[in-house]
């Protein structure tokens, strides 16, 4: 069998796979997401029971964004929502873009050795748990039946890959008798009928002529194409609405010059028929619906522009939100690439940061780095007439460029070696200010209509925001990056018999830096002593309060204060400087003549004993109260015997705190994965446990990690 046709033969089966689930749960919409490991993108690549624009922000997505068929695959495991207010709670930016009743659940497709993306079930209208919990079963079943189907294609040598575009598939098949048409021309008012992405199959006569156009001009067009006067978000809403919800929708509305029409929508498993019929101007204050329905009105007066379908709103909202969430500029512009991209069917970003009079490129998304730092990066903005670049920066004019030869008209001395073939290129604006630019690409020509203008213009102003936004904090954390740097150790000393190893890892989230601290101390041939530490709080307050905590510890110790003291004087400074932060810390000082170790903890998460090919276990080393709480604060001492070649963890709370998770069975956790593991080389060691520590979740804490081996 051919590559294409074993393509075919799988494709096919995962379609009548599909179709089959939704045929069984009674589903309206249903879908199967591709996963591509190169990009760590899910792809829509089948839909049934309504239009991929629906889907716009996800045709492509990557797997750790928050959205229910991302979730399936990142968690491994189905996602169950069972109506609006609940995907409003769990799922907000999705129920922004479809804010309509329904429920959904979405399954894994779990192959025998990789997971090929994930398959989406949903019902219109609210669901109860009880009933999705029945239907669970259908939907994973089905996955079941999909993986293996993909499996068997792999082991024929065919890698399933996602189409270029989704495949739509149809419902119950199309029925042409002329006397169905007979019957509809004989009813009283106007009939039409819409397939689900809204293009117009079938008109009556009475319909033509209420609608002012013939059945010529409006079959094979859009409801708002073939009707301009219906090229209004409301009402593109309330179609929408109908394929979402499958009920019926009614709407009054305005045929220029004088004409009032009643629209009532009725959809289906293969499309939407419409009742049109004259409705009097008079009942302009309310219509009145029968139950199930909805009713909208629009008052544009003839000749208006047409604003922006809802769709496209519905997108520019969807960013909105999805950039709030975006803190550095890399973010950004990983959040953009991952939206606009496939929104706009492009296939090259970049990103300029103008600053000092001249534009670098701060991201870029599609494009060969090496050509376009070396042609594109680090431009003076007075060189805009030769660069398309800087020419939005002076003009404040997003320009637009649907092939090569209108490139070369206006820049003819510009080397076009990128491969791309159309460009659009916005300015990024704040307050008046430029800030940079927004370049899209195509590999092939690509007209630019009115509305998706329009629509990349305010996108631009979004991004925009988020941008300047983000470049302000990247400087306060470099700053504070910097600060934190230059406080802790940069070497920690060679102590003979000793073995030691530092990490630090910044949170995920906030300004990637806090309070956290660690040192070693030589105090002699035979002493040294190890600490660490941790400041509330994640900004330069808490990075500064830290530098001063540990200078202090360093001062005691180095004069041969006993740890106890160390900690109790550290304890009373604290107080005195009177910044209402406290910080834990966790004081060991070793003898290694006796292979001794006393301890004094200030509230600090306990130390680990880990003995390589033994055991490990958690210290009991008793607790004072954290510093900076009470200036008369005592801490107890604690004496351990210490193993020759037995290692001391000392970690920060980062490294065992999770969402809903007890902290004691966490460090017995990394107890456990002590033991598991198979040598006692440090380096393997804290990979692993900072490892592990990622794999539990995104953690929102620093993480410092010191190990201490004792060798003789």
């Known amino acids: 069998m051919s590559d294409t046709g ?29 996963l591509v490991p190169e990009t760590k993108m899910l792809h829509l690549a089948v839909l049934r029971g309504a239009p991929p624009e629906f889907f716009g922000p996800w045709l492509r997505t990557p ?24 995907m409003a709670r769990d799922y907000p930016r999705v129920a922004l873009v479809l804010p309509y009743p329904f429920s959904l659940v979405a399954a894994p497709i779990n192959g025998g050795k990789r997971c090929w993306g994930s398959l989406f079930l949903i019902w219109p209208a609210e669901r109860t748990s009880e009933f999705i919990r029945r239907e669970r079963g259908h939907v994973l079943a089905a996955a079941q039946r999909m993986a293996n189907a993909l499996d068997a294609a792999e082991r024929d040598g065919v890698e399933p890959r996602p189409p270029e575009r989704p495949r739509m598939l149809s419902g119950a098949g199309e029925l042409t008798p002329t006397s169905a048409s007979d019957f509809a021309e004989r009813l009283p008012g106007g009939c039409a009928s819409l397939d689900l992405e809204g293009r117009f199959t079938y008109v009556s006569a009475t319909a033509s002529a209420l609608l002012g156009r013939s059945s010529g001009d409006l079959l094979g067009a859009t409801l708002w194409q073939g009707l301009p006067w219906l090229d209004d978000p409301t009402y593109e809403d309330h179609y929408r609405a109908a394929v979402f919800s499958r009920k019926p929708v009614a709407m009054t509305a305005h045929r220029p010059p004088d004409l009032w029409l009643r629209l009532v929508m009725y959809p289906g498993e293969t499309g939407i028929s419409i009742r049109v019929d004259r409705e009097k101007p008079e009942v302009d204050d309310a219509v009145t619906e029968a139950p199930g329905t909805a009713a909208a009105r629009s008052d544009r007066p003839p000749g208006d522009a047409p604003p922006r379908p809802a769709g496209q709103l519905y997108r520019l909202m969807h960013l909105a939100t999805v950039l709030t969430e975006a803190a550095s500029v890399a973010e950004v512009i990983d959040r953009v690439a991952d939206e606009i991209l496939p929104a706009f069917d492009a296939q090259g970003l970049v990103i300029y940061h103008f600053a000092d009079g001249r534009l670098r490129v701060a991201g870029h998304r599609g494009y060969d780095a090496g050509y376009l730092m070396s042609r594109f990066d680090d431009i003076a903005a007075d060189t805009a007439i030769t660069q398309p670049g800087t020419q939005t920066l002076f003009s404040g004019v997003p320009v637009f460029f649907s092939s090569r030869e209108e490139m070369r008209r206006t820049y003819p001395d510009l080397e076009l070696v990128s491969g791309k073939h159309a ?24 007209d630019f209509p009115v509305a998706e203008r329009a629509i990349m213009s305010a996108i631009a102003s979004v ?16 700053i504070a990056h910097d600060l934190q740097e230059a406080l802790l150790p940069r070497v920690l000393p060679d ?36 600490v660490i530490g941790d400041v509330q709080g994640h900004n330069v307050a808490a990075a500064a309060l830290m530098g001063q905590v540990r200078t202090a510890i360093h001062a005691h110790t180095a004069a041969g204060t006993p740890p106890d003291e160390v900690l109790a004087r550290t304890n009373r ?38 003995v390589p090919g033994s055991y490990a276990r958690v210290l009991d080393v008793r607790p004072g109260l954290l510093l900076g709480v009470d200036a008369e604060a005592a801490y107890p001492l604690t004496e351990v015997d210490l193993p020759p070649g037995a290692v001391l963890v000392f970690y920060t709370d980062g ?7 007890d902290i ?16 006692p080389d440090l380096e393997d060691v804290a990979d692993s446990l900072l490892r592990e520590a990622r794999e539990r979740g995104r953690h929102t804490d620093d993480v410092a990690l010191l190990l201490v081996q004792v060798s003789r």
């Open 495 to 530: 102590v003979p018999g000793v073995r030691v190893l530092a990490r630090y890892l910044p949170a995920t989230r906030g300004m990637n830096i806090g309070g956290d601290f660690y040192d070693l101390i030589k105090l002699g041939p035979q002493w040294s002593a190890a």
């Open 655 to 661: 490294l065992v705190e999770a969402p809903r998770t």
């Open 63 to 86: 797997v750790d964004v928050g959205i229910p068929i991302a979730d399936a695959v990142r968690f491994n495991r189905p996602v169950s929502v069972t109506g609006l207010e609940a």
């Open 423 to 446: 460009w659009a290129i916005l300015p990024l604006i704040v307050s008046g200010r430029p800030i940079g630019s927004c370049v899209l690409a195509y590999e092939h020509p690509h």
């Open 463 to 478: 991004i925009a925001q988020a941008l300047d936004r983000a470049r302000l904090f990247d400087a306060k954390h470099k």
């Open 6 to 34: 074993q393509r075919t033969a799988e494709s096919n089966v995962v379609d009548k796979i599909l179709v089959a689930s939704m045929r069984r749960t009674g589903t309206a919409i249903g879908g199967v997401y591709l």
């Open 573 to 610: 400074l604290l107080i005195d400087l009177d910044t209402n932060l406290f910080a834990s810390c966790l004081y060991a000082r070793l003898d290694l003549a006796r292979n001794r170790i006393c301890f004094a903890n200030a509230g600090h998460p306990p130390p680990l004993l880990w």
């Open 664 to 679: 004691d069975r966490a460090i017995g956790a990394v107890a456990e994965a002590l033991e598991r593991t198979p040598g």
